[in-house]
């Protein structure tokens, strides 16, 4: 007897949308000791790759593992949407190039433009990480350019913290870029500013409230 896997898996993930098992094991668990897990979200102006797919089953076996230990871990889908990828694309549509051609159009307008592409492949990548057999909640999802979203970074007395990283200036439009957007040429044929800091965070072995921290910057 042979078994055709994915209709099997099909059928599994039929159940699991029937019976609501990813909201009945959350709704379940309400009320326990919360897990938070934050991951960095990704872009719907394109469609999902083979990264995204590998890191959407660290995403999704992290939260499992703690919901399994007893945990309260609420999963809501996130994503990124604003930067230079949409501005990029934006550019490509419009024709135009560098700030000042952006101020000519006017920034409320522009950043009209910019709102419009945001979510185009939404509902792309809610297909195939659904069909990842991933528990996300896409009805109460979370979006980073979105009004009242909030950056919290937070460290415990005893961390040490040690970064070593470069952010290019991306002459175009006065911003940085991220390696991955110059891995994509998003900056070729601009002149740009590269900026190294190095910062360490550590405790104080004396006195722990006190921390020491170096920064050095380097440009060129």
């Not at 919901?67 to 949409?86: A, C, N, Q």
């Not at 549509?93 to 592409?117: F, H, P, Q, T, W």
């Not at 979203?149 to 005893?158: F, I, K, L, N």
Request: proline share 4%.
């Amino acid at each position: 007897m042979s078994i055709d896997f994915p209709k099997e898996e099909e059928a599994v993930l039929k159940r699991w949308r029937e019976i609501k098992a990813f909201q009945r094991q959350v709704e379940l668990s309400r009320g326990r000791k919360p897990y938070t897990f934050y991951d960095g979200p990704p872009f719907a102006t394109g469609l999902p790759h083979y990264g995204h797919l590998l890191a959407s089953t660290i995403k999704d076996i992290i939260p499992r593992y703690w919901s399994m230990k007893g945990h309260y871990v609420e999963r809501r889908f996130g994503w990124d949407t604003h930067g230079l990828p949409i501005e990029y694309e934006i550019d490509k549509k419009l024709g135009i190039s560098g700030r000042d051609a952006v101020m000519k159009m006017g920034i409320d307008k522009y950043n009209e433009e910019c709102r419009a592409i945001v979510m185009r492949f939404a509902a792309e990548w809610r297909e195939t990480i659904d069909r990842l057999g991933r528990w996300v909640d896409f009805e109460n999802d979370y979006k980073v350019g979105a009004s009242g979203s909030r950056e919290v970074v937070s460290s415990g007395a005893d961390t040490v913290c040690h970064r070593l990283w470069i952010l290019p200036l991306w002459n175009h439009c006065g911003g940085y870029s991220s390696n991955c957007s110059r891995r994509e040429q998003y900056i070729v044929g601009s002149r740009s500013c590269h900026i190294l800091p190095h910062c360490i965070l550590r405790s104080a072995i004396s006195n722990r409230s006190k921390i020491t921290r170096i920064l050095k910057t380097r440009l060129w």
